[in-house]
């Protein structure tokens, strides 16, 4: 079993793999590019509960897509929640002070659309296990698609509040959001894609393996 990914791979030739990914990415890319942003739009409520709960310090006044220049962004405004104690400055809530950041909407997009082209490459031995693959793929797409722009969009503001109030502070949300701008998206979606098609092969496990005859005496 812990060698099933590799043996599907083995028996694969790279002319069928790169037949399945060319196929996926004809579907999967033009989809992205019409429904992207619907996609994204209908993300938002969620967006917003995990900004809240990633970004406890402030309170979120807007979280919309809006436009910069040509670029189609996420955009989330906000004020601060209570009074905080930040590098030994003490910072009271202001109704009129308010910051925002902006982030692509492209950028949610990337590690989902990533994670579907290679789960669809991936070899597969039977149906039900591809079936099964896509299905378990869907909960993970969505840890993916909740970590990303909420988290971004909250680290940015962070990040300005620190630099300037505590240089040098160590933050994980800023640290998170540094991994995901650095290529972090694709190798999530490379993750994710990895597990269902691990899980699934659990499942199914290759055909043709069989348990050890015992010996002759």
Same mark, same amino acid.
């Given at each position: ?19 399945? !990914?060319? !196929? +996926?990415? &004809?579907? %999967? ?13 209908? @993300? ?21 897509? *809006? ?6 962004? !996420?955009? +989330? #405004? ?9 590098? &030994? ?11 925002? /950041? ?6 949610? =997009? ?6 579907? =082209?290679? $789960?669809?490459? @991936? ?8 079936? @099964? ?8 797409? !969505? ?10 969009? /909250? ?7 620190? *630099? #300037?109030?505590?240089? &040098?502070?160590? %933050? ?11 290529? &972090?998206?694709?190798? =999530?979606?490379?993750?994710? $894609? ?5 899980? $699934? ?7 043709? $393996? ?8």
């Amino acid at each position: 079993m812990r060698f099933a990914l590799i043996n599907t791979l083995a028996g694969a030739t790279p002319l069928r793999i790169l037949l399945r !990914l060319t !196929l +996926a990415a &004809g579907v %999967s890319i033009p989809l992205t590019v019409f429904f992207g942003e619907a996609l994204v739009e209908s @993300w938002l409520p969620a967006y917003r509960l995990v900004f809240g709960w990633v970004g406890e310090e402030f309170r979120l006044l807007s979280l919309v897509m *809006d436009h910069e220049g040509a670029d189609r962004v !996420l955009r +989330a #405004t906000v004020t601060w929640k209570h009074i905080a104690v930040i590098g &030994g400055q003490v910072i009271y809530p202001d109704p009129l002070g308010v910051a925002n /950041a902006s982030t692509l909407i492209a950028h949610a =997009l990337q590690g989902p659309l990533v994670a579907v =082209l290679a $789960a669809v490459a @991936w070899p597969t031995q039977c149906r039900r296990e591809f079936a @099964w693959r896509l299905l378990l793929l869907a909960p993970l797409l !969505l840890v993916v698609v909740l970590s990303d722009l909420p988290c971004v969009l /909250a680290a940015e503001i962070w990040e300005v509040v620190i *630099d #300037t109030l505590a240089p &040098g502070t160590v %933050s994980p949300l800023v640290a998170w959001k540094n991994f995901l701008q650095g290529g &972090g998206r694709y190798a =999530l979606g490379l993750a994710v $894609a990895a597990l269902a098609v691990q899980w $699934a092969r659990r499942r199914y496990p290759t055909q043709g $393996a069989s348990a050890p005859s015992p010996g002759v005496r």
